[in-house]
T-cell receptor, first 115, second 115 residues
Framework: AQKVTQAQTEISVVEKEDVTLDCVYE???????LFWYKQPPSGELVFLIR??????QNEISGRYSWNFQKSTSSFNFTITASQVVDSAVYFC????????????FGKGTRLHILP | DAGVIQSPRHEVTEMGQEVTLRCKPI?????LFWYRQTMMRGLELLIY????????DSGMPEDRFSAKMPNASFSTLKIQPSEPRDSAVYFC?????????????FGDGTRLSIL
């Protein structure tokens, strides 16, 4: 069965520090997609990145980077030089589409960036 | 482009009343999802539709909950009768079924409070 585990429920770091959010997933499919979403204090869910199971290249987008490792079933998210505006809840998610459209979300990690 | 539109943004009602939440997906998207978010249970998928047909309603908590999608541009989630434990933020999301690599796009949510 699908499962996404975000073991860190809450993290606090001081501004400008780097922080990594962990995500471990379980699936029996060989084709799947992984996602990260951000939920700022205003409450909306904002898509950050999607990665398919055949693409293990790491990705960098500005201060954000993602490390996908199939060997450990992990899809970790790193924020470099964190800023107060990065404070939010971050969700990792898994989809076994195209077989199934459902996206299973982890419980989320609440990130506090302290000034 | 207009995103997923949900209404109302906030709803406060008394226990026992009928509640109807509304969602307009992104034009051209043919998959629609209803989620519920609570502190205790995180983001839960309640039901999803493909081409207006309910595909998986295993997440619907009980018979008091029902969802319909009469056409490609509108869906409702109804709770009758409502109970205080139904208080949560309800999100609607849509995606393009023919593009499984694309993420779900979320509405801003309806914050529901049952007194």
């Amino acid at each position: 069965a699908q499962k996404v585990t975000q073991a860190q429920t809450e993290i606090s770091v001081v501004e400008k520090e780097d922080v990594t959010l962990d995500c471990v997933y379980e699936t029996r499919d060989t084709t799947y997609y992984l996602f990260w979403y951000k939920q700022p204090p205003s409450g909306e869910l904002v898509f950050l990145i999607r990665r398919n199971s055949f693409d293990e290249q790491n990705e960098i987008s500005g201060r954000y980077s993602w490390n996908f490792q199939k060997s450990t079933s992990s899809f970790n998210f790193t924020i470099t030089a964190s800023q107060v505006v990065d404070s939010a809840v971050y969700f990792c998610a898994l989809s076994e589409s195209p077989r199934d459209d459902k996206i299973i979300f982890g419980k989320g990690t609440r990130l506090h960036i302290l000034p | 482009d207009a995103g997923v539109i949900q209404s109302p943004r906030h709803e406060v009602t008394e226990m026992g009343q009928e509640v109807t939440l509304r969602c307009k997906p992104i034009s051209g998207h043919n998959s629609l999802f209803w989620y519920r978010q609570t502190m205790m249970r995180g983001l839960e998928l309640l039901i999803y539709f493909n081409n207006n047909v309910p595909i998986d309603d295993s997440g619907m908590p009980e018979d008091r909950f029902s969802a319909k999608m009469p056409n490609a541009s509108f869906s409702t989630l109804k709770i009758q009768p409502s109970e205080p434990r139904d208080s949560a933020v309800y999100f609607c999301a849509s995606s393009a079924r023919q593009r499984p690599d694309q993420p779900q796009h979320f509405g801003d949510g309806t914050r529901l409070s049952i007194l």
